[in-house]
Structure formats: C-alpha cells, structure tokens
C-alpha cells in the first residue's frame, strides 16, 4: 500500500519557521521526484517546492522568495521542507505528492500518489 504520511504542521507566529516531513512507504521512493504542494481556503491548489529523483535541479514556486528549502533523505524514504519567515498568506493544507518535474526546475506538477496533507496555520 502506498503511503505518504504528512507531519510538521501547526499554528506559528508570522515570521516563524516550520519543518514538514513527508514518509513515504510502498513505491520506489528513489525513482520519484517528490513535492510539496498547498490549497488555502477557497483557493486552487498549488505547486510549492519539488526535488528531483537525481541530479536536476529544484523546483521552487515564485511566491518562496527564498524562504522554503525541500530536501530528501533517501536512507530514511523522506521529504521536508523547511519553512523561514513565514507570512499569512502561507496558510493552507500542505500536500507531499510524487510529481512531475523538468530537469531545469522550471515546472512540476504532482502525479501518481498524494498523501493526505498538513495544516499550516501562520497567524498575524
């Protein structure tokens, strides 16, 4: 069974940090890209941050600026993000996926296998 369990979420103070692990079980975690997606209230869901399964390079939405980090730990089947100088705005259910992402890091979008998201709560 597929799994991608979600955790980290919670309710920071603007400007704060957060870390939001994602484990990943039952598909070849190494031959994935993986990312970290987000829905706020009453709006689309968007693309936030993707690795690479290898050497390409990382994909990062516009509205990061720089704060988000994505990362992986192949030895333990897991994605973070790390998440610096939170605003409002950030506020949404955060969503690890496998995706689809160019080498270049200029698209990605998720694909087979979502897990179930985490609450990011960043208040003013």
């Known amino acids: 069974e597929v799994q991608l369990q979600a955790s980290g979420g919670g309710l920071v103070q603007a400007g704060g940090s957060l870390r939001l692990s994602c484990a990943a079980s039952?598909?070849?975690?190494?031959?994935?890209?993986l990312g970290w997606f987000r829905q706020a209230p009453g709006k689309q869901r968007e693309g936030v941050a993707c690795i690479s399964a290898d050497f390409g390079s990382p994909y990062y939405a516009n509205f990061v600026g720089g704060r988000f980090t994505i990362s992986r730990d192949k030895a333990k089947n897991t994605v973070h993000l790390q998440m610096d100088s939170l605003k409002p705005e950030d506020t949404a259910v955060y969503y690890c996926a496998t995706a689809d992402l160019d080498f270049s890091g200029t698209y990605c979008f998720g694909s087979d296998y979502w897990g179930k998201g985490t609450l990011v709560t960043v208040s003013s």
């Open positions: 039952g598909f070849r975690f190494d031959d994935y890209a």
